[in-house]
């Protein structure tokens, strides 16, 4: 009786967990949905050309954002219990969060760096 209580716990925790992050990414798709709405305005069919990428990207992100929303709730809820596991969520999400920040910032070339300082010297 009680394994039968413990698996419908698991089982109940699992569909609030995914239903969660559904939630957050369908929340975010809307919020980001703006976005294409704004870009079919542009002018000489270019925004109907536009909108499937620009929908894709932002999907994308909602997707990324959501998933590390995710993890970032799911780490602050496991810290009582099992913090080592927690912290290791923890910095996946972080990783998810500021990976494409720092990668963005690694693949720049040398040029754009130069142009930021020439820009920082002329404020």
């Not at 270019?46 to 994308?60: K, Q, W």
């Not at 929303?69 to 923890?90: G, T």
């Not at 500021?98 to 142009?115: C, D, I, Q, T």
Request: aromatic share 12%; hydrophobic share 55%; with cysteine.
């Amino acid at each position: 009786m009680i394994a039968h209580l413990m698996g419908r716990s698991k089982l109940t925790t699992k569909i609030l967990r995914i239903g969660g992050w559904i939630g957050n990414f369908i929340g975010l798709n809307i919020v980001l949905s703006c976005i294409p709405a704004l870009v079919k305005l542009l002018p000489f069919g270019l925004g109907h050309f536009l909108v499937p990428l620009v929908s894709l990207a932002t999907s994308t992100i909602a997707l990324g954002a959501s998933t590390g929303l995710s993890f970032s709730v799911i780490s602050v809820a496991w810290l009582r219990f099992r913090p080592i596991f927690a912290a290791c969520l923890a910095i996946i999400s972080g990783v998810g969060f500021l990976g494409p920040f720092y990668y963005a910032r690694w693949k720049r070339s040398a040029e754009v760096f130069e142009m930021d300082e020439v820009l920082k010297a002329e404020l």
